[in-house]
């Protein structure tokens, strides 16, 4: 057995020597850094592009109507001027705007509207993914059919229905009809069934009801869903202009947005003011940037983590 296995062993043939190529691990480095440098290079002209205009409103709020004009997109005010912040603060006696009214207004609606469509909207898509009841796919249909109705095609009729209501020239003309959107549902609807349903049949088992195992135990954990619909809400309802359009007349219900347009329409019809217009656009625009640099730190963070054992 001895020598049959030299012979076998004799009559392999010798293995090619494998030749060794010896790289060198940080030579991808100068490419990576070059892509990376490429990126954060579009990042910047991106930002640059997308904070320009906002930035030139920002430097036009504190020039004079003469540099205004004549350096409309100048970053740097030539002379520095607080005239038109003077007019928006109230001090000065000549210009009687009411920004305060205005901001009062807005913080009423938008809080209002931001309130109502997250308990409406969670648990309308609540129903939507976890209940099963008869016409449960029609209404689902409404909803996406809703988005595709343009929302200038129901002025006219929300117009007609408050006036014929009695809430014309009221806040509850103004913030009912906004109290849901579908958007929201759907989005609500889509984070409840990313949630496993073996927590809804344990907390049945536990004792707990629909309206229970909603609030306890499902809601918790789509915070991230509830952010961003509360992010959504406020800026819509912030922004919103054409349904206060029609749902008011009076000028103590005039909104941000709604104020600043007739102030422009009307007072300040046929003058130039850009830097008072560009002040009263700056103002409406602090609100949602704040409220979005609070609830950013949330997109983050994930919500279906549940600890099943």
């Known amino acids: 057995m001895s020598g049959l296995t030299l012979r076998r062993r004799a009559a392999r043939p010798p293995r090619e020597a494998v030749p060794v190529v010896l790289t060198d691990r940080y030579s991808p480095l100068p490419r990576k850094v070059l892509v990376r440098v490429i990126g954060y290079g579009l990042l910047a002209l991106g930002t640059l592009l997308y904070l320009g205009p906002f930035l030139v409103q920002v430097a036009t709020s504190f020039k004079t109507d003469a540099d205004a004009v004549a350096n409309p997109v100048s970053l740097i005010p030539s002379p520095v001027s607080t005239a038109a912040w003077e007019i928006v603060a109230g001090s000065n006696p000549a210009y009687s705007v009411p920004v305060f009214r205005w901001l009062g207004n807005s913080f009423v609606v938008t809080i209002s509207v931001t309130l109502g469509r997250l308990i ?28 595709a109705v343009p929302g200038v095609v129901l002025l006219i009729p929300k117009f007609l229905v408050l006036n014929q209501l009695g809430m014309f020239d009221s806040y509850a003309g103004m913030i009912l009809p906004l109290f849901c959107d579908a958007v929201g549902i759907l989005l609500m609807k889509t984070a409840f069934e990313a949630v496993p349903t073996e927590l809804d049949e344990a907390a049945r088992i536990d004792g707990a009801g629909v309206f229970r195992t909603f609030w306890s135990v499902i809601l918790p954990l789509v915070r991230p869903a509830l952010v961003t619909v509360t992010i959504l809400s406020f800026q819509g309802s912030w922004n919103e202009f054409t349904h206060f359009l029609v749902a008011t007349s009076d000028p103590d219900l005039a909104t941000m947005n ?13 003058s130039q003011q850009f830097p008072l217009k560009l002040a009263l656009a700056t103002l409406s625009t602090i609100p949602i940037a704040i409220v979005y640099v609070f609830f950013s730190r949330y997109f983050m963070r994930s919500g279906n983590a549940t600890g099943l054992k």
């Open 120 to 147: 409406i909207d969670s648990l309308a898509g609540y129903a939507l993914a976890r209940l099963r009841f008869r016409g449960r796919t029609v209404v689902f249909a409404a909803v996406v059919a809703v988005l």
């Open 258 to 270: 709604l104020g600043i347009a007739r102030l422009t329409a009307g007072d300040l019809q046929g």
